[in-house]
């Protein structure tokens, strides 16, 4: 039998600013441009982050709704919109998805600096919602990436339907 772990709170150090509708961001293959607002008293936080291409952003998946954090099964449903019907996909657990619904609705993305103007960062690749808060940013750096990624079987195969489906356009950041 687990232990419950007690509650804890976290404070946002800022906001996602992208200027789009929920279905434009969900819809972007690629992710969209936009800017992440550091709240003031988080600013010195910034200093020297400037020199880096790529972000790892940390945010609250505020819109997820309280039932669906009790999803612990999911099929990818943003495969649909490459062709891949909901009924072939595979239904997997949670943990084994980035759906939003989840126990913890936390985010974890990877996107591209493209300037800095003060607090504010200038990204490309976002797929979060227009006032997303922002829990953490951290450098993506070369220690943190992995040379050979494996995936189950299921996974690849849906990967080569996505890619027929768009003609080989899966782009990188």
Request: charged share 30%; net charge neutral.
């Amino acid at each position: 039998m687990f232990k419950q772990v007690p509650s804890f709170e976290l404070r946002a150090i800022g906001i996602v600013r992208v200027g789009l509708s929920d279905e434009e961001v969900k819809n972007s293959i690629d992710g969209v441009y936009g800017s992440i607002e550091v709240y003031s008293e988080y600013s010195d936080g910034l200093k020297e982050i400037d020199g880096f291409s790529h972000l790892i952003v940390i945010a609250y998946l505020h819109k997820v709704r309280s039932e669906d954090r009790a999803v612990l099964r999911v099929k990818h449903r943003k495969w649909a919109r490459f062709g891949v019907t909901i009924d072939d996909l595979p239904e997997v657990g949670v943990f084994a998805s980035d759906s939003p619904a989840r126990p913890n609705p936390i985010a974890l993305s990877i996107v591209k600096l493209v300037k800095r103007e003060g607090r504010v960062l200038h990204v490309r690749g976002l797929d979060l919602f227009d006032g997303t808060p922002v829990l953490d940013i951290k450098p993506y750096t070369p220690d943190r990436c992995v040379s050979h990624v494996e995936v189950p079987l299921w996974y690849n195969e849906l990967l080569n339907r996505i890619e027929k489906a768009i003609s080989g356009r899966l782009m990188p950041l």
